[in-house]
């Protein structure tokens, strides 16, 4: 098994990746800022963003016990765990209490100001 393939490190990486609480993230997607971030599937033209669809889905997660946990609900941890690094590695300079990026990763349940 490889070690992306392990729920054990699936779970670990996920919940490192994922900073905020259920109910803060969860607060955080009834914003406007929330709601207006992030890149929308074709065909959804001002339909819900991927990101602030993930986030609804990470709130469930977060609120599961270990074992209800699907090899979905693994694979949607692992597409989270991916999403936060890549976008971290994309830090913008300055301040970013309000920018997209902030708000971007905080619907993939991730705030950097954290």
Do not use: C
């Amino acid at each position: 098994m490889s070690r992306r393939d392990d729920p054990e490190q699936t779970y670990r990486d996920f919940t490192e990746a994922v900073n905020m609480k259920p109910g803060e993230l969860s607060t955080w997607l009834e914003t406007d800022e929330s709601k207006h971030v992030g890149w929308q599937k074709k065909g959804s033209p001002g339909g819900e963003s991927v990101g602030h669809e993930s986030g609804r889905k990470i709130v469930d997660l977060l609120r599961r016990k270990r074992g209800e946990l699907s090899a979905t609900d693994y694979q949607h941890m692992r597409k989270v765990v991916g999403y936060v690094h890549r976008h971290l590695a994309q830090h913008p300079s300055g301040d970013v209490r309000d920018t997209r990026w902030r708000w971007s990763l905080m619907n993939w349940g991730h705030d950097p100001l954290k």
